[in-house]
């Protein structure tokens, strides 16, 4: 990928994620991680190459066909002054139960539940009645109940507690969110931008990305191996895991 007459953000990026596979995505700022994500995503089209979810390209999906496959999580979250709930839904339908589940899968049930009016507690513009740790465990919540095949965490769980943290991506390797269809919802394919080292462990596997190339991919032990690998771990660790 290469925005308009300008050098290649991605060169030669060949990654494969298996169905049901957690993988880190990991790299400097301006190593591509973001173009990834938008290229998964569907929001910007590759320049050579193609994008394929279940072996279908997403040039053939369409943006709805892809939103309806992907589901992406970034770390500023859009909340509208609405109530919790329909910022959940976003006009589709899903029974309480199937909330409650994906509410618990992303650490937000209990919060919510001590709201005044619960689910139906409205938000202020941009839901800055929230901590941006709860903004973002909605964020996930919402995610989830639009049962995605892929689920993308772009720094979503960087406001979030490490030990909570844990907890939902532990949760996310096996959500069960019944309602909206004849069965609950499949593990999905987790791919996560990370910069917290205790979030990188938690992955099947770690893809270092350096200078728009995959430099590296194992488990994060194994890259600690590569050289540049482990100084951007370092000073993961040194900086508390943020940017």
Not at 37 to 51: C, H, Q, W
Not at 107 to 115: E, H, N, P, T, Y
Request: aromatic share 4%; hydrophobic share 45%; no cysteine.
């Amino acid at each position: 990928f290469a925005h308009d007459g300008g050098p290649p953000v991605l060169d030669g990026f060949d990654l494969h994620l298996a169905a049901g596979e957690s993988v880190a995505l990991v790299g400097a700022t301006g190593s591509g991680k973001s173009t990834a994500v938008a290229l998964l995503a569907g929001l910007v089209p590759p320049t050579s190459g193609e994008v394929r979810i279940g072996g279908r390209p997403t040039t053939g999906l369409g943006p709805e066909g892809v939103s309806e496959t992907v589901a992406t999580v970034l770390q500023e979250t859009f909340l509208f002054a609405d109530t919790i709930r329909s910022n959940l839904l976003l006009g589709r339908h899903a029974d309480d139960e199937a909330v409650d589940a994906a509410l618990a899968v992303a650490a937000a049930a209990g919060f919510v539940a001590d709201l005044p009016d619960g689910l139906d507690t409205e938000l202020g513009e941009r839901g800055v009645t929230l901590s941006g740790g709860q903004r973002q465990r909605l964020a996930i919540a919402r995610a989830l109940l639009r049962r995605p095949e892929v689920l993308v965490l772009d720094d979503a769980t960087s406001a979030v507690d490490p030990l909570v943290e844990a907890g939902i991506l532990e949760g996310l390797r096996t959500p069960s969110i019944p309602g909206g269809g004849p069965e609950a919802v499949g593990t999905p394919t987790l791919l996560v931008v990370a910069h917290r080292l205790a979030t990188i462990r938690l992955a099947d596997r770690v893809v270092f990305l350096d200078e728009g190339r995959i430099a590296a991919t194992g488990t994060h032990e194994e890259l600690l191996e590569v050289e540049a690998y482990a100084a951007l771990a370092r000073a993961y660790e040194l900086d508390g895991g943020h940017r």
